[in-house]
Every structure is written in C-alpha cells, then in structure tokens.
C-alpha cells in the first residue's frame, strides 16, 4: 500500500453551518485522458508512464489533483469504458507497477490521483459475460446482467423499447451454444458495453473489493462513470418513445436516475470513510436538474457530482447567472461543493463552443471564429476559477486549444462516430494528443508519433511556446490557481454577493475580492472595484472607471 497524504481542513467565511470540510472543496482537479496526455514508450499513444514523467508540470500549473480517465485491461471498443479486468492495466498504458509509481511520485509532490470507475457495464470480454455466453440460458452469470428473452412469436423483437445511447436499440439478441437464437442482452451503451445487474449481490459484491483494490493502491477516490445508471426501473418497463436520447436531462428515464442508486454509493461511503486521507467519490450524474443531482451529494453519499447544466450553458451573462445560483443553491442544502467544468473528454472543448453561435449544444463540427472562441475561454475560465467550490480542468484548456474539427473521416476513432442513427461521434476532436514542444513528430507528446494527427498549428499552442510568455493562455491559468491557493476569497465556500452591472455583464464579491464579466461583443465602461489582480484581456483604469474589453473577466481584490 503506498504512502498518502494528509487531509487538511479547508472552508472559508462564507460557508453554511454544518458545511463539511476536507481538500475536496476547493480542489482544482486536471482531467488527463491518458492516451492523448504524454506517451512514455514511443507506440504513439500515451501512457501512465507518460503521465509520471510528466507530473511536475501539473505541481507547477498548480493543481490539487489528478483524474485519469480509464487505463483499466479493455478491447477498446469505446476507449477503456468497456472494461474487461477492473484489477489490471491494459498493456497499452503500462502495468500494475507503473500505476504503483505513478500514485507515489504524485502524493510526493502533493498532488492526488483520482481514478475513473465504470460500474454500469462491463465489456463483452469480461469473464463473467464470456462464460455467461458459453454456459448459454440457465447461466447462473447471466443473471449478473440483464439477459431477457425476445418479443414476438419467435422472441424476433427486443424484450423492450429502450434506445441505445449510442444509437439504435438498447438490445442485443445472443447465440446460443448449440446456434439457434437465444435471448437478448441490456447494453446502454455499445454492445460491447453490457449492463450489469445491480439487483445481484455478487455485482455490489464485486465492486466493492474493487474498491478496496485501488484504494489500497493509494488512490484518492474515484470519478464514478455513468452513477445515474446503475439502477433500472422494476420490469423495465418501455419508454414508449423514439428519439430517446432527445429526452435525456429532461426528467427521470426507467433506466436513468432511479432511487435505488443512492443505496449503492451510501455502502460506498462507509469504505472510503475507513481509509485515511479523506478519499472521495466523484459523481457523473446526468439528471433533469441541479436539486437531483444534489441527491448524489448527500452527506452520507458521494463528495461531489459534475455540473453538467454550466458546462452546457452558453457565453451569456444572465444565462450564467441564473445556472450558477440554481448551483449554489442545490448544493448548499447538503452540505456539498458546487463543482464548474467547461471541457472534458466528451464535448467539444469550451475555445471551440464559445467560437460559434449559442444554442449549438456541446458538440460542434464547426471551427467558428477562433479569435473569439480563444478570448471568450480564457474569461470563461477565470468566470469559472473565481467561483466558489470545485473547479475540473481538462488537459489543454490550460493552453487554449480548440477542437480539431477538420479531422479526415478515415482517423477517427470515436465509436459513436460508426454508428448509424447515433451520436455525431465527433469527440475525437478535444481528443487529440496535446502538443508539449514547438517541434518534432508529434510535438513533444512521444517520439512515435501520435494516435490521432495533430494540427500544423499545434507548435505555437505548445508548453515550450507559452512557457514564460507574457500573457499567454498557460501563464493566465497559472496566475490564476496560484491566487487561488493564497487569496482569501477565493476557493471553497457556498454563495457569492451579486453587484449590480449593465446588461451583458456579470459581477460578484466574495470575501476581498470582486469578479467583473463582460459577456458582450463590445467594450463597456464600468466603476473600478479595487485593485487588479488579474484579467483575461488587458485593460486600463482611468481614473473611477475601466474600460472592460469584450468577453472579459477581470479579478479585483478589494
């Protein structure tokens, strides 16, 4: 078991009687998706060796933590969320021991490691569904999923109307050992992606040692993939409509969201809670509203749960204003931090959506205009950083980059992307493998290329390019964690005091401090707030007033 590090206290003025406290609250967690991060061993892809080499560039950038995306023994049907060992590493990404040392130079630079989970499926190579498959009906394994048989006169039609996320039905019908067709199986997801039954007490079984295995190698906690999903519906029952990923976020699904999830992650609680070093269970909800979500975050429950309503709300000041108080106060009931994300694996990066015009949803094919994108990201983020709460960044944001929505059809690797009647499958495109060096092959990410083919531009977006320079993306993020880790009103806490501004802008103060936003396309004259602390764009005060360039944040200290 590896060393861990200590938890210290943390809150601040503003929080609300019996609000907990813990390194959790205010935390800054980078998402690294290990095979566009650094690889290691020159294959092109990247690694958990490439992630530990590269850790001391993550202590200096000023993080608290670490989320990696799964590095889990996977087929790689849909890039390591369909996992075949939860105890082994796939052989794309290292082994057990670079797993081991990457967990201990992290905790000895201070920075914790929180690992991806995915507890609603498996893969198809799992041995339990492989022996589930052989063994045919009467399988003790297959009631470990969710096998049922057909509808119609020859059980020709799925057991029921549920849609796959990815497209198409959310069935599909097995072969029995002796070739007659045979009963149907669950999967949300991908067939590949089989969903586990959590009425079986050996799945709950299962994963609660699976717990115990990662939290005795030393990890922090864990991001829990699709926790809105674990549970269905008694019967599963149909939904009886189509287009059913329309509906998602628009209220509870026989298979999304149900109560009996909260059962699950409060025996969760109870393991984590015997471990040192207040480890942490990081809910992926996606619920009709912030007060459902909050549900996940109960005190006996999980730590903290993604907002995925400010991630999807567009470049506007009153729509931001509204969705960061439904936060604030969805959260502050429970006792949990609000949490702020822009970009991750899934959705266009935020220098891409904030490019184009609102209302396009979270994945776009469409560069829009860059200049506009990069200022509107840089004053999202410091929006973002200013807020109180958790705040998750994904690699590259720190440096601005944008999607690469020109990828050529014949590189890309999303699974969705092949899948008729799915999802646009354009999230290849926040997946590229960021560059670290002006120069070289894959710039700076390994000597054998990269996974997927990077943009003639990528070399001036790079660490080495942006290092020391004065006003670039990466030395805005930061300045800005390093006032977050010193300033007094920034970091945890549960409410901010709003200012009155012209339309289009947004101000707020917390304890000696102020954040001024201009949503706008147009330079708007305001009061000055104090003293500058930081901004997105340059400004200049003259004499009681500024100039706020459009689309930026400026931080005062008060």
Request: net charge negative.
């Amino acid at each position: 078991m590896t060393q861990h590090l200590a938890a210290p206290s943390t809150g601040t003025s503003d929080a609300a009687p019996g609000h907990r406290t813990g390194w959790w609250q205010d935390a800054v967690i980078y998402q690294v998706y290990p095979r566009s991060f650094a690889d290691g061993n020159g294959d092109g892809m990247g690694d958990l060796a490439g992630v530990r080499d590269r850790l001391p560039y993550l202590k200096n950038l000023g993080v608290d933590a670490v989320w990696l995306s799964p590095f889990y023994a996977s087929p790689q049907a849909d890039a390591g969320y369909d996992v075949s060992d939860y105890r082994a590493i796939d052989p794309m990404f290292g082994t057990l021991l670079d797993a081991d040392a990457l967990i201990r130079d992290a905790h000895d630079l201070g920075l914790r490691i929180i690992v991806d989970l995915v507890p609603n499926h498996s893969s198809d190579q799992h041995e339990w569904f492989k022996r589930a498959l052989t063994e045919g009906p009467g399988s003790a394994l297959r009631e470990r999923y969710h096998f049922r048989p057909g509808k119609g006169t020859d059980g020709e039609l799925p057991p029921n109307d549920w849609e796959s996320i990815f497209g198409g039905p959310a069935w599909t019908r097995t072969t029995d050992p002796d070739g007659t067709p045979g009963d149907w199986y669950l999967h949300l997801f991908a067939p590949e992606q089989p969903d586990f039954n959590w009425e079986h007490p050996a799945v709950a079984d299962e994963f609660r040692s699976i717990l115990r295995f990662w939290l005795d190698m030393g990890v922090d906690g864990f991001r829990v993939d699709v926790a809105h999903g674990l549970v269905k519906a008694e019967g599963l029952p149909d939904l009886g409509a189509h287009d059913q990923l329309k509906l998602l976020g628009n209220d509870v699904m026989p298979f999304f969201d149900q109560d009996g999830v909260h059962e699950i992650y409060r025996s969760w609680r109870t393991i984590l809670d015997e471990y040192p070093g207040d480890r942490i269970a990081v809910a992926e909800a996606w619920t009709p509203t912030v007060e459902r979500t909050a549900n996940y975050v109960r005190h006996d429950e999980m730590h903290q749960a993604f907002n995925f309503q400010y991630l999807s709300t567009d470049w506007d000041a009153a729509e931001l204003r509204k969705v960061i108080d439904v936060s604030l106060d969805a959260m502050r009931p429970v006792g949990a931090p609000t949490t702020w994300v822009l970009s991750n694996h899934d959705v266009t990066r935020h220098a891409t959506r904030f490019a184009n015009e609102p209302g396009l949803g979270t994945q776009i094919r469409t560069a829009g205009d860059r200049e506009m994108g990069l200022r509107r990201a840089r004053a999202a983020s410091l929006l973002m950083l200013a807020l109180p709460g958790s705040a998750y960044v994904y690699q590259g944001e720190e440096l601005g980059l944008p999607d690469v929505t020109d990828l050529p059809d014949e590189a890309r690797q999303d699974p969705s992307f092949f899948r008729a009647d799915g999802q646009d499958g354009f999230r290849d495109g926040c997946r590229v493998p960021i560059p670290w060096t002006r120069d070289g092959s894959s710039y700076g990410f390994g000597d054998g290329g990269s996974w997927l083919p990077q943009p003639d531009s990528w070399g001036e977006l790079s660490i080495e390019a942006q290092t020391g320079r004065a006003g670039s993306t990466l030395e805005l993020y930061r300045a800005a964690l390093a006032a977050r880790r010193v300033h007094p009103g920034l970091g945890a806490g549960t409410a901010v005091e709003w200012l009155d501004t012209p339309e289009g802008l947004l101000a707020f103060a917390r304890p000696g401090f102020v954040c001024t936003v201009n949503t706008t396309g147009r330079p708007v004259r305001i009061p000055v707030r104090g003293q500058v602390l930081l901004f997105s764009s340059p400004v200049v005060t003259d004499g009681a007033e500024i100039e706020l360039p459009a689309d930026t944040t400026v931080w005062w200290t008060v």
